[in-house]
C-alpha cells in the first residue's frame, strides 16, 4: 500500500478546506501542520502517521472533529472518508467532545466480579450519566473498558488512561469529586499527576511532554515474586552453571515434598488438595501454533 | 521449582526504568556480545535456546526469523507488537513501565540479526506512562549510541520508532496489527503470506512479542544452553505467570516453564481466606477453562495442550466459588462481540449471538435449549473464522458448558443467576441491579 506523495509542510500555504483556517490562529495552525510533518517523518510511508496524526486532533479539539478528519485528509493526500473508516475502527477516537478526563472502569470478567461493576454503577449514579456520556460540567466522561493489562491490581479504574488501582466504590467516588473540584490527582502507577484529555492525546500522538521519570511506585503485584525470590535468595541459574546436556524436564527441579515451595508447604486449596498426588499433564508434543490464548 | 528473577531482576531497584540502572545491572552486555558475533549467529543462538514466542501461540522465536528469505537489498522490518489486550494479561505493561531498556536491548539485538534497519515498537493506547517510558527509553538509547546511526561504533544503524494504537484488541493480531500501523482499520490479512515474507509495506517483517524479545538479550548474554537449561524438554526458559483474582498475593510471578498452578499458589499466599479454587484460565480468556483438577498440570506448552487447554500468555486468572461461571463466560463474550472486527461472519454474527443467549440466561429467560444452542454457535464459529479471535471467542464458551452444565441449567430452571454478585467483590457492597449490561455493538468498536 502506499499512499500519494502529497505537499506538506509549512511551507505548503495552498488553502485548506478544513475549518481550522478560520477557527486556529496561524501560529497555532503553522504548528500543528509541523507537527502532522514530525508525525510522517516518522514513516517510510506517511500514510502509518494516520493512528498518531488522529490523536493529535485529539489534542486540539478534544475529540474527532470533522475539521480534524479533513485536517488528516489533507496531510496524508487521502479523502475524508478514508480517515473516517479509521477513525470509526477504534474507540480511543472520540466522536463527541470529550470531558476533560476519561474516566474508565474496567468491567471485562476479572475485574467486574472482584468489583468493577459495583463501582461502575455507583459511579453512573453519583456522576448521573452512563457509559460514553459526559458530566454537563464537562469534566468526566464515564466509560466501560475492557481489560487493561493491569488484572493483578483488580478492580482497576483508569483516569486519562493512567493506573488508579484496587479501586472501591468509596474510592473512586472520591476520585471523581477531586477531577470535577479541578484537584489535581496522581495515579497509583504512573506520573505525578493525571495531565487533561488533550494533553494526553498530545504525547499518544508521540510527542514527549517530558514527565516520563516521574513516578507514583512499583506496585506490590508487579513485585510479588520477585520478593520472594530475594528472601529466599533464588536468583537466576547462573551462566557458567549450565552445562549444554541439561535441558531437564521440570520433574528433576521440582521441590522435594517438604521443601519450600513444594505443594506440601501450603494450606490446602481446594477438597483435592486433602486426597493424594494430582495427575501430572502428559508431556506430549502438540504445540498448536497460530491458535487461541492471544494477549 | 524456584523463582528465576530474569525478566523482573532489576524491577525492585531505584528509578528501574533508567538506562543507568539497567546498565548498572549489566545490561547492553547482551548487545555487545551480539555485535561480536555474525547476524546469522544470532539467529542460531535464539534458535539453539528453545525460545518460543511467548504472545500466546508459542511458535518457535528462531525459527521464525529464519523464514526471513535471503536479503534483497531492499528493507526488512522487525515490529514489536506491545497491545497486550487478552483479558487476563498483564505482564509487558509491567514489564515497559518498569524496565524498558529490557526490551529496547532485545529490539536492537534482534533487528541486527535479522538485518533490519528500522524496528516499530506498537503499544495499545491506553497506557500513557508506559508509552512515556518507551519514548525516554528510546530517546536514552539513541543518547548513549545503542540507536541511530553507527551503533556503538560497529556502522550498523537503526532507527526504533514507538508506536500508539488507539484502542482495539484485534490489532494485537499480528497481521492487523501490520494494517494498523500502515495507517489502515486493523482488520487480520489473509494468511500466506505471512509477515516473513510480505509484512509491513509487504516487506520481510518479524512479528514478536514484548516479552519474547525482551528474553533475547539474556539468551546471547548467558548462552542458549543457560536459557533451555530452564523450564522442560519442549518449553524451555523463563516466562513471566501473570497471578490474578481470588488469590492472596495476585502479581508477576517470573518461573521456568513448567511450574504448576499448585506451586504457584502456594507463593501467592493460597486463595482468598476461607475461599477455594472454582475454576481458572491457563492462558487468558481464549484459553479453555481449568478446575482444581489441573493444579498439577506442569505449565508448559505440551502438558496444557495435552490437558485440554493452552499455555497462552500464562494468563493465570483464578476465581473462587463465589463466582458464577456463566456471569464470568458471558462477560468474556460481551468483550468478543465488542472487539470482533467484522471481517468474517461467522466471529461477527456468532459472538452476537452467543452474547445475546448469555444474557437471557443471565437474567432468567433462558431455555433448556440454550447450552445446545451456545455450543452449536460454537461449532460454527471454531475453525470457520478468519483469525483466532473467533476461535478464542468459543473457548470459554464450550469449556465451562462441558465443566459446569448444571451451573447453567441452575440459571433455566431458578429463571435467573443463584450467585451473589457481592460475594466475589473484594468489598462490601448492595448490588444496585441484577446485571451491569456490557458494551453494545457488534462488528466494529463502538
Ligand atoms: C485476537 C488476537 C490478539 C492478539 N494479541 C496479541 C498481543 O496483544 N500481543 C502479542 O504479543 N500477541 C498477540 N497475539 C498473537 C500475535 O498474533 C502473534 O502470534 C504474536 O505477536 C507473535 O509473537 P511471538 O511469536 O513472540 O509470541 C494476538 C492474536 C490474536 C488472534
Ligand atoms: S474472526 Fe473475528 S476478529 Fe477475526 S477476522 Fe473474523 S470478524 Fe475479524
Ligand atoms: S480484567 Fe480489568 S485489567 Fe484485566
Same mark, same amino acid.
Given at each position: 500500500?502506499?499512499?500519494?506523495?502529497?505537499?506538506?509542510?509549512?511551507?505548503?500555504?495552498?488553502?485548506?478546506?478544513?475549518?481550522?483556517?478560520?477557527?486556529?490562529?496561524?501560529?497555532?495552525?503553522?504548528?500543528?501542520?509541523?507537527?502532522?510533518?514530525?508525525?510522517?517523518?516518522?514513516?517510510?510511508?506517511?500514510?502509518?502517521?494516520?493512528? /498518531?496524526?488522529?490523536?493529535?486532533?485529539?489534542?486540539?479539539?478534544?475529540?474527532?472533529?470533522?475539521?480534524?478528519?479533513?485536517?488528516?485528509?489533507?496531510?496524508?493526500?487521502?479523502?475524508?472518508?478514508?480517515?473516517?473508516?479509521?477513525?470509526?475502527?477504534?474507540?480511543?477516537?472520540?466522536?463527541?467532545?470529550?470531558?476533560?478526563?476519561?474516566?474508565?472502569?474496567?468491567?471485562?470478567?476479572?475485574?467486574?466480579?472482584?468489583?468493577?461493576?459495583?463501582?461502575?454503577?455507583?459511579?453512573?449514579?453519583?456522576?448521573?450519566?452512563?457509559?460514553?456520556?459526559?458530566?454537563?460540567?464537562?469534566?468526566?466522561?464515564?466509560?466501560?473498558?475492557?481489560?487493561?493489562?493491569?488484572?493483578?491490581?483488580?478492580?482497576?479504574?483508569?483516569?486519562?488512561?493512567?493506573?488508579?488501582?484496587?479501586?472501591?466504590?468509596?474510592?473512586?467516588?472520591?476520585?471523581?469529586?477531586?477531577?470535577?473540584?479541578?484537584?489535581?490527582?496522581? /495515579?497509583?502507577?504512573?506520573?505525578?499527576?493525571?495531565?487533561?484529555?488533550?494533553?494526553?492525546?498530545?504525547?499518544?500522538?508521540?510527542?514527549?511532554?517530558?514527565?516520563?521519570?516521574?513516578?507514583?511506585?512499583?506496585?506490590? +503485584?508487579?513485585?510479588?515474586?520477585?520478593?520472594?525470590?530475594?528472601?529466599?535468595?533464588?536468583?537466576?541459574?547462573?551462566?557458567?552453571?549450565? +552445562?549444554?546436556?541439561?535441558?531437564?524436564?521440570?520433574?528433576?527441579?521440582?521441590?522435594?515434598?517438604?521443601?519450600?515451595?513444594?505443594?506440601?508447604?501450603?494450606?490446602?486449596?481446594? +477438597?483435592?488438595?486433602?486426597?493424594?498426588?494430582?495427575?501430572?499433564?502428559? /508431556?506430549?508434543?502438540?504445540?498448536?501454533?497460530?491458535?487461541?490464548?492471544?494477549? | 521449582?524456584?523463582?528465576?528473577?530474569?525478566?523482573?531482576?532489576?524491577?525492585?531497584?531505584?528509578? !528501574?526504568?533508567?538506562? !543507568?540502572?539497567?546498565?548498572?545491572?549489566?545490561?547492553?552486555?547482551?548487545?555487545?556480545? *551480539?555485535?561480536?558475533?555474525?547476524?546469522?549467529?544470532?539467529?542460531?543462538?535464539?534458535?539453539?535456546?528453545?525460545?518460543?514466542?511467548?504472545?500466546?501461540?508459542?511458535?518457535?522465536?528462531?525459527?521464525?526469523?529464519?523464514?526471513?528469505?535471503?536479503?534483497?537489498?531492499?528493507?526488512?522490518?522487525?515490529?514489536?507488537?506491545?497491545?497486550? !489486550?487478552?483479558?487476563?494479561?498483564?505482564?509487558?505493561?509491567?514489564?515497559?513501565?518498569?524496565?524498558?531498556?529490557?526490551? @529496547?536491548?532485545?529490539?536492537?539485538?534482534?533487528?541486527?540479526?535479522?538485518?533490519?534497519?528500522?524496528?516499530? @515498537?506498537?503499544?495499545?493506547? %491506553?497506557?500513557?506512562?508506559?508509552?512515556?517510558?518507551?519514548?525516554?527509553?528510546?530517546?536514552?538509547?539513541?543518547?548513549?549510541?545503542?540507536?541511530?546511526?553507527?551503533?556503538?561504533? $560497529?556502522?550498523?544503524?537503526?532507527?526504533?520508532?514507538?508506536?500508539?494504537?488507539?484502542?482495539?484488541?484485534?490489532?494485537?493480531?499480528?497481521?492487523?496489527?501490520?494494517?494498523?500501523?500502515?495507517?489502515?482499520?486493523?482488520?487480520?490479512?489473509?494468511?500466506?503470506?505471512?509477515?516473513?515474507?510480505?509484512?509491513?509495506?509487504? &516487506?520481510?517483517?518479524?512479528?514478536?512479542?514484548?516479552?519474547?524479545?525482551?528474553?533475547?538479550?539474556?539468551?546471547?548474554?548467558?548462552?542458549?544452553?543457560?536459557?533451555?537449561?530452564?523450564?522442560?524438554?519442549?518449553?524451555?526458559?523463563?516466562?513471566?505467570?501473570?497471578?490474578?483474582?481470588?488469590?492472596?498475593?495476585?502479581?508477576?510471578?517470573?518461573?521456568?516453564?513448567?511450574?504448576?498452578? &499448585?506451586?504457584?499458589?502456594?507463593?501467592?499466599?493460597?486463595?482468598?481466606?476461607?475461599?477455594?479454587?472454582?475454576?481458572? $484460565?491457563?492462558?487468558?480468556?481464549?484459553?479453555?477453562?481449568?478446575? *482444581?483438577?489441573?493444579?498439577?498440570?506442569?505449565?508448559?506448552? %505440551?502438558?496444557?495442550?495435552?490437558?485440554?487447554?493452552?499455555?497462552?500468555? &500464562?494468563?493465570?486468572?483464578?476465581?473462587? %466459588?463465589?463466582?458464577?461461571?456463566?456471569?464470568?463466560? !458471558?462477560?468474556?463474550?460481551?468483550?468478543?462481540?465488542?472487539?470482533?472486527?467484522?471481517?468474517?461472519?461467522?466471529?461477527?454474527?456468532?459472538?452476537?449471538?452467543?452474547?445475546?443467549?448469555?444474557?437471557?440466561?443471565?437474567?432468567?429467560?433462558?431455555?433448556?435449549?440454550?447450552?445446545?444452542?451456545?455450543?452449536?454457535?460454537?461449532?460454527?464459529?471454531?475453525?470457520?473464522?478468519?483469525?483466532?479471535?473467533?476461535?478464542?471467542?468459543?473457548?470459554?464458551?464450550?469449556?465451562?458448558?462441558?465443566?459446569?452444565?448444571? %451451573?447453567?441449567?441452575?440459571?433455566?430452571?431458578?429463571?435467573?443467576?443463584?450467585?451473589?454478585?457481592?460475594?466475589?467483590?473484594?468489598?462490601?457492597?448492595?448490588?444496585?441491579?441484577? &446485571?451491569?449490561?456490557?458494551?453494545?455493538?457488534?462488528?466494529?468498536?463502538?
Amino acid at each position: 500500500m502506499t499512499a500519494d506523495p502529497m505537499v506538506v509542510g509549512p511551507g505548503a500555504a495552498k488553502p485548506t478546506r478544513t475549518g481550522y483556517d478560520k477557527r486556529l490562529d496561524q501560529g497555532t495552525l503553522a504548528q500543528l501542520i509541523a507537527d502532522a510533518q514530525a508525525i510522517t517523518d516518522r514513516y517510510p510511508d506517511p500514510r502509518s502517521g494516520l493512528l /498518531p496524526m488522529l490523536h493529535l486532533v485529539q489534542s486540539v479539539d478534544g475529540y474527532v472533529s470533522r475539521d480534524g478528519i479533513l485536517f488528516c485528509a489533507e496531510r496524508l493526500g487521502i479523502t475524508a472518508a478514508e480517515v473516517s473508516a479509521v477513525a470509526t475502527f477504534y474507540t480511543q477516537y472520540k466522536r463527541h467532545p470529550n470531558g476533560k478526563y476519561t474516566v474508565g472502569v474496567c468491567t471485562n470478567t476479572l475485574c467486574a466480579v472482584m468489583g468493577g461493576d459495583a463501582i461502575f454503577d455507583e459511579l453512573a449514579d453519583h456522576l448521573g450519566v452512563g457509559h460514553d456520556e459526559t458530566t454537563d460540567d464537562g469534566a468526566i466522561t464515564l466509560e466501560r473498558v475492557e481489560c487493561n493489562a493491569a488484572c493483578d491490581y483488580a478492580p482497576v479504574v483508569m483516569v486519562n488512561w493512567e493506573f488508579f488501582d484496587n479501586q472501591t466504590p468509596a474510592s473512586a467516588t472520591a476520585l471523581a469529586d477531586r477531577l470535577r473540584a479541578g484537584e489535581d490527582v496522581a /495515579p497509583t502507577r504512573g506520573a505525578a499527576s493525571v495531565c487533561s484529555f488533550k494533553q494526553m492525546s498530545r504525547v499518544l500522538a508521540g510527542f514527549s511532554d517530558g514527565r516520563a521519570d516521574e513516578d507514583t511506585g512499583t506496585g506490590d +503485584p508487579t513485585l510479588a515474586g520477585l520478593r520472594i525470590a530475594r528472601e529466599r535468595g533464588w536468583t537466576a541459574p547462573d551462566a557458567a552453571a549450565a +552445562p549444554a546436556e541439561e535441558a531437564a524436564p521440570v520433574a528433576q527441579t521440582a521441590p522435594k515434598t517438604g521443601e519450600a515451595g513444594s505443594s506440601a508447604a501450603r494450606k490446602p486449596t481446594t +477438597p483435592s488438595d486433602t486426597q493424594p498426588e494430582g495427575k501430572p499433564g502428559t /508431556p506430549e508434543a502438540k504445540p498448536d501454533a497460530g491458535k487461541g490464548g492471544q494477549s | 521449582m524456584t523463582l528465576t528473577p530474569i525478566l523482573t531482576d532489576t524491577w525492585d531497584a531505584e528509578r !528501574s526504568w533508567k538506562l !543507568s540502572t539497567y546498565e548498572a545491572a549489566g545490561g547492553y552486555d547482551g548487545l555487545r556480545a *551480539a555485535l561480536a558475533m555474525e547476524p546469522g549467529a544470532v539467529v542460531q543462538a535464539v534458535k539453539d535456546s528453545g525460545l518460543r514466542g511467548r504472545g500466546g501461540a508459542g511458535f518457535p522465536t528462531g525459527m521464525k526469523w529464519g523464514f526471513l528469505p535471503p536479503p534483497d537489498g531492499g528493507p526488512r522490518y522487525l515490529v514489536v507488537n506491545a497491545d497486550e !489486550s487478552e483479558p487476563g494479561t498483564c505482564k509487558d505493561i509491567p514489564l515497559m513501565l518498569t524496565s524498558p531498556q529490557h526490551l @529496547i536491548e532485545g529490539v536492537i539485538i534482534t533487528s541486527y540479526a535479522i538485518g533490519c534497519h528500522h524496528a516499530f @515498537i506498537y503499544v495499545r493506547g %491506553e497506557v500513557l506512562h508506559v508509552y512515556r517510558r518507551l519514548l525516554a527509553a528510546v530517546e536514552e538509547a539513541y543518547a548513549a549510541g545503542y540507536l541511530g546511526k553507527d551503533v556503538l561504533g $560497529t556502522g550498523y544503524d537503526l532507527e526504533v520508532t514507538v508506536h500508539a494504537g488507539a484502542g482495539a484488541y484485534i490489532c494485537g493480531e499480528e497481521t492487523a496489527l501490520l494494517d494498523s500501523l500502515e495507517g489502515l482499520r486493523g482488520q487480520p490479512r489473509l494468511k500466506p503470506p505471512f509477515p516473513a515474507v510480505a509484512g509491513l509495506y509487504a &516487506r520481510p517483517t518479524v512479528v514478536n512479542n514484548v516479552e519474547s524479545i525482551a528474553s533475547v538479550p539474556g539468551i546471547i548474554k548467558n548462552g542458549a544452553d543457560w536459557f533451555a537449561a530452564m523450564g522442560t524438554e519442549k518449553s524451555q526458559g523463563h516466562g513471566l505467570f501473570s497471578l490474578s483474582g481470588h488469590v492472596q498475593r495476585p502479581g508477576q510471578y517470573e518461573a521456568p516453564l513448567g511450574v504448576t498452578l &499448585r506451586e504457584l499458589l502456594d507463593l501467592a499466599g493460597g486463595m482468598r481466606e476461607g475461599h477455594e479454587l472454582k475454576f481458572w $484460565t491457563p492462558g487468558g480468556s481464549s484459553t479453555p477453562i481449568f478446575t *482444581a483438577d489441573q493444579l498439577d498440570t506442569p505449565l508448559d506448552y %505440551e502438558s496444557v495442550g495435552a490437558a485440554g487447554s493452552m499455555l497462552g500468555t &500464562r494468563a493465570l486468572q483464578i476465581f473462587d %466459588e463465589t463466582v458464577c461461571v456463566v456471569r464470568a463466560v !458471558s462477560r468474556w463474550t460481551d468483550f468478543y462481540a465488542h472487539e470482533s472486527c467484522g471481517k468474517c461472519t461467522p466471529c461477527r454474527e456468532g459472538t452476537y449471538w452467543m452474547k445475546q443467549v448469555l444474557h437471557r440466561l443471565e437474567t432468567g429467560e433462558g431455555t433448556d435449549g440454550d447450552m445446545d444452542l451456545l455450543l452449536d454457535l460454537c461449532d460454527n464459529i471454531l475453525g470457520r473464522a478468519f483469525c483466532a479471535l473467533g476461535d478464542g471467542a468459543t473457548s470459554p464458551v464450550t469449556s465451562s458448558i462441558k465443566l459446569f452444565r448444571d %451451573e447453567y441449567q441452575a440459571h433455566v430452571d431458578g429463571h435467573g443467576c443463584p450467585f451473589d454478585p457481592s460475594a466475589a467483590a473484594l468489598f462490601l457492597y448492595t448490588p444496585k441491579s441484577a &446485571r451491569t449490561p456490557a458494551l453494545a455493538g457488534a462488528g466494529g468498536h463502538r
